[in-house]
Structure formats: C-alpha cells, structure tokens
C-alpha cells in the first residue's frame, strides 16, 4: 500500500494528467497499464486510477524515455520501491492513531488537522470525480443526439432519393408507354393508307384494262363493216 501521498496532496484523473503531461487521454491509460504491469502501484478508486505529482512524473519519464517503455516502467517501479521503504520507516500508520489516540491536547489537535486535511482532500477528488462524471454524462448525451440527428438526417435523404427514383421511374415508364402507343397507332395509319393506295391502283388498273377492251372492240367494229364496201373499189 502506497505511504508517499503527502496530506492535501492533489488528485488528479486522467483527463487532467493527459492536459498536464500533453499526451491523449487514451495514452494516459495506456501508461498505466504498463507501470502496473510492471509493479507500479496507484491510488483507485474501483478500477479507476487517481494520480498524484509523483505519479505525473512517471508519466512524463514514459512520454520523454528513448529506451523501451517496459524498461523505463520498471526504473520506475523500483525508485517508487525505494520511496515507499523510506517512507514506511518515518510514517505512523493510521489504524495505530485511530487506536492509541493522544490525551495530550496540543498531539490530540494535531491528530484531527491531519484528519481533517484528509477528509479535505477526500472531498475534493470526490467533487472533480463528480464533475468528470457529469461531464462525461453530457458528453454521452451529446453524441447520443448527434447520433440521432444524423441517423434521422440520413434516413429522411435515403427516403427522398428512393421517392424520387421511384418517381422519376414511373414517369419515364409512363413517357415510354405513350411513346410506344404513338407508334404502334403511326403504323396502324400507314398500313390503312399503304393498303388504300394499293386498293386504288388495283382500280384504276382494273378500269384502264376495261377502257383498252372496249377502245379495241370499237375499233375493230367499223374495220368490217366497211371493209366490203372498201373491196369494190380494189376491184
């Protein structure tokens, strides 16, 4: 259990370290995966890690490092290693203080400003725990409506696009039926007047055959009748 956390010592979460080192959120996470891979401890609150000066700084030896991550994390590992074992040589564990609490008024006072610096410092990471909360729930919300603007945006243009496809559709289907209508009726004339005029020639051939028969009958006709009157004259 770490025993270097300073009394009114500022927490910070991750979004803050990830301002204050200048890296990305996500890398701050990813930072602390391999620090604790390695053996680091950090102060949690559940499974969310609350960071402290000292543990910013480790952030920053990984994000300025040239050597493998792995290794600079476990230099890490052994000066906190180191800084613990100093500091579980000097501190009074609390457990101790809450049982064999001082009658001497002045250490009695003592004991409760370092309670009350605690119980400070406990308020105050749960007030920006709350705060990043809040604002993460609002952040949620607003992407949630975004989303829906944009789903009921898009699907709202789907909707159009396919009504006037479908529009577009039946009017040239419509066009091309009229189309085709107007020419089978074009057709149907011209068969009527082709088949007319032939009727009418087939007529007019009829007629011109039979003028050619009379006009040779009555030319033949006046041949006999004058041709015995014709003959005495040959005689």
Known sequence: MRRDIQVNERAFSSK?????????TPTVRKYGQILERNGY???????????????????????????????????????QNERLQETSATDVAL?????????????????????????????????????????????VSRLQQDHHVISSTVGNAAQKTNAKIETLTRQQKEHYETLLEQEQQKSELLQKEIQNMREEQTREWRSQNDFNKRLEEAIEKPRDKWGGFLSLFRK
């Open 16 to 24: 803050e370290v990830a301002e204050e080192v200048g890296i990305a």
């Open 95 to 139: 457990p101790d203080t809450y049982q064999n609490l001082p009658q001497d008024p002045h250490q009695l006072r003592e004991v409760l400003m370092v309670l009350a610096n605690e119980l400070a410092a406990t308020r105050e990471m749960n007030v920006q725990l709350t705060n990043d909360m809040s604002q993460l729930k609002l952040t």
């Open 41 to 79: 401890e950090f102060l949690k609150d559940g499974d969310r890690r609350i960071f402290v000066q000292s543990d910013i700084e480790a952030l920053i030896s990984l994000r300025d490092t040239d050597k493998p991550l792995d290794d600079t994390a476990k230099d890490l590992v052994r000066d």
